[in-house]
Structure formats: structure tokens, C-alpha cells
């Protein structure tokens, strides 16, 4: 089959795979797979959207974080939105951009809403309460994809051949914490994944719970920590695969003048149910945040980027994160 073949051949499947049609190609002798992506219409559209997806947005983040105002004493204020057991009330946005995902070098986004509400437990102690809802769209791979794959604090996912869009699986973390921290600040607490995920590909029939600790220390400029977090599943559905899973943040930020900041702040993740080959997500990056005034609301803005050191097979390569976290302190 020459060129010209594979670009009606490609161009082809790209028609019949938006109506719901499935095209094989699996009896093609291995020496024509790399050739059988072209860049044909359909695959020019989606290196356009990439494209304008790893440019711009760089640039209206960037554009974000110079256009407000700074906080007036922005460093305590700053310092508690980067602490995740202050008893700070906040709502933050976190959108993940994931590149070159699965065979076919798909990208996916994740919209990870967070809201943070603390609660008093008598004198000496707080509850913070987090919950993390994903928001996920995966562009479309191939074939499906045997195995899952996790996308920072969104796991169990399975790439498929039609694209997904709809809601993945809650994460609930409650954490203990002194009213009044001293030097080593800590929480503890139980975490719970509730499968509230809309379609099958974007999270799993289990319902998981486990434990959540954290570590923070706030020398000078400085905040330094760590969060970890391992959940196994307990109830739901009995031929769904079994959840073991591990998360790992590192804490890292440098507090500047003007309200801005240095931050690196990883999500490492292992499936211990998953081969050694396929075990481990370990990002190394991060960027730069500004603690901002919009009108009489103090916004925390960061925009980082990491590389993925170590995935599993089919896992991404890199990512872009911009989040946009609303800060609602005390009066």
C-alpha cells in the first residue's frame, strides 16, 4: 500500500471512527504502522489544537498573573495558601494539560476542583476538610488500552478509542491539625475515592478509603513538606480490579517580594497493583505563582510544568498546570 493509501486509509478511519464505526487495522504487516498516521486532516486539526494548547496557554496564564494587583501583607497570606492544613477557606481551580499520552501522542485535561473549608474540633484542633472533584476530557486513542492510567490526583482511566469527557472519581481528605501549629506543622487524617465518575473509562467500580498525612515546615521565606497519601479499595463492584494506590506530593515553594513565588509541587503516584514497568508516575518540573488582588478578592495564580522522569507505558510525557485558587481569609 503506497502513501497515498494510508492518507485515504487514515482519512477514512477518521470519518467512520466520529459516527461510531471501528476500523481494524491490526492485520497490517508491522512495517506500515508508523506509516499509517499522515498528517491528513483529521490529524493536522488535532496538532493545531495541541499546538495552541501548549502556546497559549503560557500566555493567558502569564497574562493572569501580571494583570492583578498585589496583596497588601501578602507573605503571611501567601504562606497560608500554600500550607494545605491552614485554616484557610479556598477554592481552587487546577487545570492539568497532559501531552503525548498513549500510542498515539494524544494530549488530555483535567479540571480538578478543590475547595479547602476547615472546621473547628474543640480548642486545640482542626478538621481540614479538601475534596477533589476531576473534571476530564481524554482525546481518543487507536484501540482501548489495556490497563489504567493515572493522571495525578485522577486515577483509573483507561484510553480508549473515543474521546471521554464527564466527571472522574472524588477524592475526600480530612485532616487533623493543632489549632495552633508550632515549628513542624502536620495533619492526619482519612481519605476516601468515591466512584462518582460519569462513563467507565474515567475511573473505577470501587470505592477506596485510606490514610493521608502531611508534614510542613515554613522556615523564613520558605515552605517545605510533604504529603502522602495510600488508599485500598473495600466495596463495589466484585469483577472490577482491586485499588491500591499510592500518591506522594512534595512541597516546595520560595516566597519573593511583590507577591510572587517559586514552587514546585509534584504528584508522584504508584499502582501496586500494576507490573514494576508500569508502576510509577514521577513528574520533576515546577514554575512560578503570585498572590494577587482582583477587586476585593485575594487570588493565589500559578503556572508550572513538569516532565515525567519515570511513566508508565502508555503514560504522558509532560504536563502544564495553571491554577487559579480564590482565597476567602478571616475579617
Known sequence: M????????????????????????????????????????????????????????????????????????????AKQSQNPVSDLVSVPFENNFFFDLGPLESDAFILNIKPVYPTKIGDNFNLINRVVLPVVYLEGQSVTLPGDVDLGTASGLTLSRDSEFGLGDTTYQGFFSPAVPGKLIWGIGPAFVLPTHTDDNLGTEKWSGGISLL?????????IGVLAQNVWSFAGDDDAADVN????????????????????????TANWESDSDNRWTVPAGGGVGRLMQFGERPVDLKLAAYYNAEKPRFGPDWSLQFTVKLLFPKK
Open 2 to 77: 503506497d502513501q497515498i493509501d494510508f492518507q485515504h486509509f487514515w482519512f477514512l478511519r477518521c470519518l467512520l471512527s466520529e459516527n461510531g464505526a471501528t476500523v481494524r487495522y491490526d492485520r497490517f504487516p508491522r512495517r506500515h504502522l508508523s506509516r499509517m498516521f499522515p498528517p491528513t486532516v483529521c490529524e493536522e486539526s488535532r496538532m493545531k489544537m495541541s499546538v495552541s494548547m501548549r502556546v497559549g496557554l503560557p500566555v493567558i496564564a502569564l497574562a493572569c498573573i501580571l494583570a492583578g494587583s498585589p496583596v497588601l501583607a501578602q507573605e503571611d497570606l
Open 215 to 223: 508534614g510542613l515546615s515554613m522556615p523564613g521565606r520558605w515552605v
Open 245 to 268: 494506590s499510592f500518591l506522594l506530593q512534595p512541597i516546595i515553594n520560595y516566597n519573593l517580594a511583590g507577591g510572587w513565588y517559586l514552587t514546585s509541587t509534584p504528584v508522584i
